[in-house]
């Protein structure tokens, strides 16, 4: 399997092919059986059974017909064929999963890669993971790592291909396929899936929250990202403030090298440059614990009615504790998690079926569609245990960890964690 999945899957589809093509072989070749009988019937010439000797002999071991052991035998196979079948589920071959992680600091990135690691872990696959950090330098540096370790598959979580080009023509190569979990890819040419959120609908719900925090119209500073997920939630944006009195004062892209203590410096420059900005809205959330220490160095008092509305996307652990503690108003929410199991599932199905990857966005799966948006405020924090940092899925879909679990326990054999 090492080195060459691409070829190997594609020389699987051609045998599945083959195989096909020789099944209507053998009803061919199964042709010249009735033929064989018939020549067998001349043999058995109806003198023989008018003598019946050879009849009769059969019918003399009745009892042995009765019971019919020789008879039965196939009959009582057909159950162990069908137990067989389900035995004889495909078997996952043993393969190294290698993570090409945008920055693991970021809480969501975090969460994806966390996630990634459960699902392959419990196909019990071999796992490798490198941290570019959040440096567009040292993303192809791991990328390369990864496959200098002989890794068979390679996911990472929304990295645009632009940053790291080189490494996946290498994979493609290497017949190493590459699959995206998390932001929105755009354009995508090597990726062979990209399982995401909906970015557009996530800036739409938040400027949403925006509109209905301050329908008499705001003035808001808006940071973002070099990236098309990024593009996509400011498209949602603005489709949702024009015409209704918003104005986007300024507009500036995130360090990404150096995403808290610079987006501090930017905000807090920012809200001291421009008067009356009365949202603070950071598209990348990491950034947003910056953004709320520039606001609360700024406004000491959460309940000063001069303070700005800061706005951000995931409600990660920090993030809920930050809106717990009146730093942060509202952050669109997606349990991201499910796409890294749809990664894993879209590489086991690819392995023991042949069957290609989804190229939809958020597929269904079995009428399930785990990608659900959801704005968190304080009123959802407050319906929380006191203690947890885990804002609840929205309910449907359910639970997407379990659903996965059961659907490889069912259709692959061999899982230890199956039990």
């Given at each position: 399997?090492?080195r060459?999945?691409?070829?190997?899957?594609?020389?699987?589809?051609?045998?599945?092919?083959?195989?096909?093509?020789?099944?209507?072989?053998?009803?061919?070749?199964e042709?010249?059986a009735?033929?064989?009988?018939a020549?067998?019937?001349p043999?058995?010439?109806?003198?023989?059974?008018?003598?019946?000797?050879?009849?009769?002999?059969?019918?003399?071991?009745?009892?042995?017909d009765?019971a019919?052991?020789?008879?039965?035998?196939?009959?009582?196979?057909?159950?162990?064929?069908?137990?067989?079948?389900?035995?004889?589920a495909?078997?996952?071959?043993?393969?190294?999963?290698?993570?090409l992680?945008?920055?693991?600091a970021?809480?969501a990135?975090?969460?994806?890669?966390?996630?990634?690691k459960?699902?392959?872990?419990?196909?019990?696959?071999?796992?490798e993971?490198?941290?570019?950090?959040?440096?567009?330098?040292?993303?192809?540096i791991?990328?390369?790592q990864?496959l200098?370790?002989?890794?068979?598959?390679?996911?990472?979580?929304?990295?645009?291909?632009?940053?790291?080009?080189?490494?996946?023509?290498?994979a493609?190569e290497?017949?190493v396929?590459?699959?995206?979990?998390?932001?929105?890819?755009?354009?995508?040419?090597?990726y062979?899936?990209?399982?995401?959120?909906?970015?557009?609908?996530?800036?739409?719900q938040?400027?949403n929250?925006?509109?209905?925090?301050?329908?008499?119209?705001?003035?808001?500073?808006?940071?973002?990202?070099?990236?098309?997920?990024?593009?996509?939630?400011?498209?949602g944006l603005?489709?949702?403030?024009?015409?209704?009195?918003?104005?986007?004062?300024?507009?500036?892209e995130?360090?990404?090298t150096?995403?808290?203590?610079?987006?501090?410096?930017?905000?807090?420059?920012?809200?001291?440059?421009f008067e009356?900005?009365?949202?603070?809205?950071?598209?990348?959330?990491?950034?947003s614990?910056?953004?709320a220490?520039?606001i609360?160095?700024?406004?000491?008092?959460?309940?000063?009615?001069?303070?700005?509305l800061?706005?951000?996307f995931?409600?990660?652990?920090?993030?809920?504790n930050?809106?717990?503690?009146?730093?942060?108003?509202?952050a669109?929410?997606e349990k991201?998690e499910?796409?890294?199991?749809?990664?894993v599932?879209?590489?086991?199905?690819w392995?023991?079926n042949?069957?290609?990857?989804?190229?939809?966005r958020?597929?269904?799966?079995?009428?399930?569609?785990?990608?659900?948006?959801?704005?968190?405020?304080?009123d959802?924090?407050?319906a929380?245990?006191?203690?947890?940092?885990?804002?609840?899925?929205?309910?449907?879909?359910g639970?997407?960890?379990e659903y996965?679990?059961?659907?490889?326990?069912e259709?692959?054999?061999?899982i230890?964690?199956?039990?």
């Amino acid at each position: 399997m090492r080195r060459a999945l691409w070829k190997l899957l594609a020389a699987l589809l051609a045998f599945t092919l083959v195989a096909a093509a020789c099944g209507n072989d053998d009803d061919d070749a199964e042709a010249p059986a009735p033929t064989t009988a018939a020549t067998e019937e001349p043999m058995a010439e109806e003198p023989m059974d008018d003598a019946e000797p050879m009849d009769e002999e059969p019918m003399a071991e009745e009892p042995m017909d009765d019971a019919e052991p020789m008879d039965e035998e196939p009959m009582a196979e057909e159950p162990m064929d069908d137990a067989g079948e389900a035995e004889m589920a495909p078997e996952l071959p043993d393969i190294k999963i290698g993570y090409l992680q945008w920055v693991y600091a970021d809480e969501a990135g975090k969460r994806i890669e966390d996630a990634a690691k459960e699902a392959v872990d419990f196909l019990g696959w071999e796992y490798e993971t490198c941290d570019a950090g959040g440096d567009p330098v040292q993303m192809p540096i791991c990328g390369n790592q990864l496959l200098d370790s002989d890794i068979d598959v390679m996911l990472t979580d929304g990295i645009p291909e632009a940053l790291i080009t080189d490494v996946l023509e290498r994979a493609e190569e290497e017949g190493v396929p590459v699959l995206s979990a998390g932001g929105e890819v755009d354009p995508r040419d090597f990726y062979v899936a990209s399982f995401a959120s909906d970015d557009t609908d996530l800036g739409v719900q938040l400027a949403n929250y925006v509109v209905g925090q301050l329908p008499d119209g705001a003035r808001m500073i808006v940071q973002t990202f070099p990236a098309a997920w990024s593009d996509k939630r400011i498209e949602g944006l603005n489709s949702v403030i024009d015409g209704n009195n918003i104005e986007i004062v300024d507009m500036w892209e995130v360090d990404a090298t150096n995403m808290v203590a610079g987006t501090e410096a930017d905000v807090t420059t920012k809200l001291q440059q421009f008067e009356d900005i009365d949202v603070v809205w950071i598209n990348f959330s990491v950034a947003s614990i910056g953004a709320a220490s520039a606001i609360g160095a700024l406004y000491p008092n959460a309940d000063d009615p001069e303070r700005p509305l800061l706005v951000t996307f995931y409600a990660n652990p920090t993030t809920v504790n930050d809106i717990r503690d009146g730093r942060v108003d509202a952050a669109v929410d997606e349990k991201l998690e499910w796409q890294s199991w749809a990664q894993v599932d879209a590489v086991a199905e690819w392995l023991a079926n042949g069957t290609q990857p989804s190229q939809e966005r958020a597929p269904d799966y079995d009428g399930r569609n785990f990608s659900v948006r959801q704005v968190v405020t304080i009123d959802t924090v407050n319906a929380m245990p006191a203690d947890s940092t885990e804002v609840p899925a929205p309910n449907p879909p359910g639970d997407y960890e379990e659903y996965f679990r059961n659907k490889w326990c069912e259709q692959f054999s061999g899982i230890a964690s199956c039990g």
